[in-house]
């Protein structure tokens, strides 16, 4: 395995963002049928402040497993503001292709996920892909930054006041985000041009609720998106893996029922790479 870290950076970006990349040795020798291999980019959560560990690389290194590269987006959080967070997904795209010969990535295949307001970011990324304020800043075509999927677990989505999580939004927006949330009220700028999504909750997340999973489904299924939706009955906020491997140091952080999504979203990769 290579590992690599690499600056991400665009106007306006934190001197810290950057992609930590995990690359499988694919040697061209003869020995392997695989030539070039997926790519999941992993944007961790941390409601824009910061970005965590449990759910970059333990998540990274599930992948590397199944045969994917890996890589982790650590993104400019506050007080850096939007959209200079979605500019860095982009950019790790343009990143990517840079390096894909040297890398052995496939770009056709390269799904983003995220975890709570990291799900956010990579829900954003599948709203505004072949926006201009994206395409021209970084200078690229639409169809080379175009995800195949998303992954979502327990994401931030609606700026409805019922149901969100204000903190990621001032945090990405400004304290004073008022009226300005509503512009990354992701449920309401769902198109027929966002990738397939594959999402996961739980019924008792207290910090981000459920109806954020519920309403971007709807969004998608107004919209013809193909989308795979799991809930699970129990469960805190940021499981991450939900496995022992990213247990809390206060014992939290695992839940045995929840720990099958990962697997739930290996056989959705394996549908969509076919």
């Known amino acids: 395995m290579i590992y ?7 106007e306006g970006s934190a001197d810290y963002a950057r ?8 040697p061209h020798d003869g020995s ?18 910061r970005t965590s560990f449990r759910e970059g690389e333990p998540i990274a290194l599930h992948f590397l497993s199944k045969g994917y590269h890996a890589c982790v987006l650590r993104y ?68 080379e930054i175009k995800p195949k999927g998303i992954m979502l677990s327990y994401p931030v989505i609606t700026s409805d006041p019922a149901y969100a999580h204000m903190g990621s ?5 400004g304290e004073d985000c008022g009226g300005k949330a ?27 609720p459920v109806e954020n999973s519920l309403m971007m489904t709807a969004a998608l299924r107004k919209a013809g998106i193909p989308a795979e939706l799991h809930i699970f009955p ?9 496995s022992p491997i990213v247990e809390r140091a ?4 695992v839940q045995a029922e929840c720990a099958q999504w990962i697997d739930l979203a290996d056989a959705w990769l394996e549908r969509l790479f076919a």
Request: glycine fraction near 8%; proline fraction near 5%; hydrophobic fraction near 45%.
């Open 234 to 242: 129990e469960g805190e906020h940021g499981l991450s893996l939900a």
């Open 76 to 143: 400019s959080v506050a007080p850096v503001r939007f959209p200079v967070q979605v500019l860095e997904v982009g950019q790790a795209f343009r990143t990517l292709r840079q390096h894909a010969d040297e890398w052995n990535v496939d770009m056709d295949r390269i799904v983003v996920q995220g975890s709570s307001a990291g799900g956010h970011l990579a829900a954003c990324y599948g709203v505004f892909w072949n926006q201009d304020f994206l395409l021209s800043p970084l200078g690229v075509k639409a169809e």
């Open 32 to 49: 392997l049928k695989i030539e070039k291999r997926p790519m999941i980019i992993i944007c961790p959560g941390g409601g824009y402040e």
């Open 169 to 173: 939004f001032e945090n990405l927006l």
């Open 250 to 253: 206060n014992g939290a952080g």
């Open 19 to 26: 992609l930590q990349v995990y690359i499988q040795d694919t």
């Open 182 to 208: 509503e512009q990354a009220a992701i449920e309401k700028l769902v198109m027929e041009t966002t990738p397939p999504c594959f999402i996961w909750h739980t019924m008792e997340d207290a910090v981000v």
């Open 4 to 10: 690599k870290e690499v600056p991400v950076q665009v």
